[in-house]
């Protein structure tokens, strides 16, 4: 059992998947569950893969732009749910657009150029709250 | 190329050297690093001697600049007759909004262009698809019908400006709205002067935008492919890339020996269709590619591919024309290498890429512009890229003489390094049974993961470096304006391609995509005359990709994580 279940979702059409790939693995190494979506989700697909899996945390991977429609959208989408976990957005994000994000419910920003080891030290510091909540 | 007796008395001065000054300074000062070695990871010498390179023949090796095996360049005078073609990679929101950038930077002195499309047309989506909610415009153009290409292409003339359509999976719809927006013209598909990228192998190891699997999209592609090489001989019909293998994660070398593999896949492809190799082999031999980030080693990996690109069309595939060993270079300076911290210096990134691209003899240039990683460039931004490439042109001076490396032990030895490791990369997907079957076990995938992951590791470290990133940082920061697509084009392309649907003849459409269907469900039927019939009777690109759907399926991710 890793420290935390975490989803990394590629939402949309956006393929470039590096970023997500490399996270997944760093997180992995780190001693997190990890599942990757794959390219091409919808939001409603990684909300259904959220909920089946039990995750205790989303990381939306977002390069095209779209960062505001579409982590609204899942926001939203939780919310009905009734399935509030963290959720925390990598890819391409203006600067400006990271205050947007953090007002939505997101937890944490990590633009293109974060480091892997800061990444890694912030799921820890969610694992940890998670261990002290429990 | 040298005399025994010389080398010997080399070698044995440069033990002395070694043993003598070289030890006497390390003792005074050690070196920077504990180890020299290429982005790629090549081990690096002090210095480069003619032993070295003691067993190269010139006329065999390296020869006249448009003589086998091209390592100097495939032209004879190069860019002493033409200068680099200076494409920049462009496009956002309407087709008018396009149509009035490519008039800017055609006007700052541009000579090609090269069309970024958005990702639902992409992936062969209308705007008012659900999948295409919020993307649209944003990367690229939109472009849904022939209408729209139309305004794309306003005042630019078809048969004199070559243009770089930067498509894949929609390579067919786009290059037949070319070919239909030509014949509107007057101009038939012989007169059309550019390329498309339509390299759909690296979209399943890369960079993602495919819409059906594996088989199907490789008869899409060469029959794209197949039909320009009868029927437009100015027309390069599918761009080998280096590019988005390298920008995935794999290092330069990595990612140049992949796309080779990937070019003998079409090849050997397009074969098996009875095509004769020197009927297609010259127009398909063109590479996208990353020239950089090191300076050396994106000047030697350009050599060396060229050099081995012809040996492998030449004994492999037995290609007679000499044309048909030409490798053309489309060189961008990478997007990944351009930092978010301290954007300003991402120009100097793209200089130094411009100028190795130069030194190395590439045809067509894009740079990446300094605001790459906030959004799609700026008109200032994209100035400065187009402004970069001339300078290199026209002021740098290293126009004027071809190849004017060669010779350099150090640059010919590491060209012939790289070779190898190509050659190895090359046997090594040749041993799964080539690149479709690599591809299918997820081999390339993870391949190029591994090195994605092993690259981030060495930022954190800072064993690489980037100067104002993870050296010399600090939390000053300053804003730079970035461009934004209009908010609105979204909802303007959803109203315009409701009222197109309703004002076009729905019967031709009906019957068009019908016969493209049937057609598509016998595998020998090249579809690029159905797909132009459909462009021409108003069918717009989420159509066609659908009806294509229906009869193929889609593509899963073979994400090999």
Known sequence: MGKLKVLVAKPGLDGHDRGAKVVTAALRDAGFDVIYTGRHKSVDEIVDMAVKESVDVIGLSILSGVHLEVTQELMNKLKERGYMVPVVVGGVIPDKDIPKLKEMGVIEVFPVGSRLEDIVKFFDKLAEEKTKKS | ?561
């Open chain 2, 1 to 561: 190329m040298f005399k025994e007796d010389e080398l010997k008395r080399i070698k044995e001065e440069y033990d002395k050297w070694w043993q003598g000054p070289v030890q006497k300074a390390l003792q005074k000062t050690p070196e920077r690093l504990k180890e020299f070695k290429t982005y790629s990871g090549i081990p690096l010498k002090a210095i480069y001697t003619p032993e070295d390179i003691k067993d190269m023949d010139y006329l065999r090796d390296l020869n006249f600049p448009g003589q086998y095996p091209y390592t100097r360049g495939i032209y004879p005078l190069m860019y002493r007759t033409r200068l680099y073609t200076m494409r920049q990679y462009s496009g956002f929101g309407t087709a008018e909004e396009t149509n009035a950038r490519f008039k800017f930077l055609l006007k700052h002195g541009e000579t090609g262009l090269s069309i970024a499309f958005d990702l639902p047309t992409q992936m062969g989506y209308d705007p008012d698809h659900p999948m295409a909610r919020g993307e649209v415009g944003k990367v690229g153009v939109s472009i849904s019908t022939l209408r729209d290409y139309q305004v794309l292409y306003r005042d630019i003339p078809m048969d004199k400006i070559s243009v770089h359509i930067q498509a894949n999976a929609n390579a067919i719809f786009m290059v037949a709205m070319h070919i239909a927006e030509g014949l509107n013209r007057g101009h038939q598909p012989k007169d059309l002067w550019g390329a498309c990228q339509n390299d759909i192998l690296k979209e399943f190891i890369a960079r993602g935008a495919y819409i059906y699997p594996l088989e199907p999209s490789m008869r899409l592609c060469c029959d794209v492919i197949e039909y320009c090489v009868k029927n437009m001989p100015r027309w390069q019909p599918i761009t080998v890339c280096q590019f988005h293998i390298q920008e995935a994660g794999a290092n330069h070398v990595t990612a140049w020996g992949l796309s080779l593999a990937n070019a003998i896949a079409y090849v050997e492809e397009l074969l098996k269709r009875g095509l004769p190799i020197d009927s297609f082999a010259f127009n398909v031999s063109v590479w996208n590619i990353v020239c950089g980030p090191e300076f050396f080693e994106a000047i030697c990996a350009i050599r060396a591919a060229r050099r081995l690109w012809a040996k492998i069309m030449k004994e492999r595939f037995k290609a007679k024309r000499p044309e048909s060993m030409m490798m053309r270079i489309f060189m961008g300076s990478g997007g990944f290498q351009m930092t978010r911290k301290e954007p300003l210096n991402n120009i100097i990134r793209g200089t130094i890429s411009a100028l190795a691209g130069a030194l190395a003899g590439v045809q067509a240039m894009n740079i990446q512009c300094y605001d790459e990683a906030y959004a799609i460039p700026t008109d200032e931004a994209i100035k400065l890229a187009l402004r970069t490439e001339q300078i290199v042109a026209y002021e740098s001076g290293v126009t004027n003489v071809i190849d004017p490396l060669a010779g350099s032990y150090f640059v010919e030895w590491l060209t012939n390094q790289i070779e190898k490791e190509l050659v190895s990369i090359i046997e090594e997907i040749d041993s799964m049974g080539g690149a479709l079957e690599a591809i299918k076990k997820g081999y390339m995938q993870r391949v190029i993961l591994q090195q994605a992951y092993e690259y981030q590791r060495k930022i954190d470290t800072g064993e690489l470096v980037r100067v104002g990133e993870n050296m010399f940082a600090t939390e000053e920061y300053t804003p730079i304006k970035t461009f934004e697509v209009r908010p609105e084009v979204e909802r303007e392309r959803i109203e315009w391609i409701k009222q197109f649907r309703a004002s076009r003849d729905n019967k031709k459409v009906r019957e068009a995509l019908d016969k493209l269907r049937k057609a598509a469900e016998k595998p020998n039927e090249n579809l690029m005359p159905y797909v132009i019939e459909a462009v021409r009777a108003d069918c717009t690109i989420g159509e066609m990709a659908d009806t294509l759907r229906e009869v193929f399926g889609t593509a899963e991710d073979i994400a090999a994580l």
